[in-house]
């Protein structure tokens, strides 16, 4: 999965601590999802679309492999 999660960030000039906070998870999940470390969950991915106004689809790209 690659996540477009660190430049959504910085567009809106949050840091992760406040993106956390508007979706209402953890700093570190917030840290692990932008090191690719850490697959969200759907519901986790929705909360973060919502903070952006975005589609899921436009966050995070899954590969094939991935989905198959």
Same mark, same amino acid.
């Given at each position: 999965?690659?996540?477009?999660?660190?430049?959504?960030?910085?567009? %809106?000039?949050?840091?992760?601590?406040?993106?956390?906070?508007?979706?209402?998870?953890?700093?570190?999940?917030?840290? %692990?999802?932008?090191?690719?470390?850490?697959?969200?969950?759907?519901?986790?991915?929705?909360?973060?679309?919502?903070?952006?106004?975005?589609?899921?689809?436009?966050?995070?790209?899954?590969?094939?492999?991935?989905?198959?």
């Amino acid at each position: 999965m690659k996540t477009k999660l660190k430049e959504l960030r910085a567009s %809106l000039g949050i840091n992760q601590t406040e993106l956390a906070k508007r979706a209402k998870i953890s700093r570190q999940t917030v840290s %692990l999802i932008e090191r690719e470390e850490f697959m969200p969950s759907l519901l986790i991915a929705m909360k973060i679309a919502r903070v952006f106004d975005k589609p899921v689809q436009e966050i995070f790209q899954f590969n094939e492999e991935e989905l198959g």
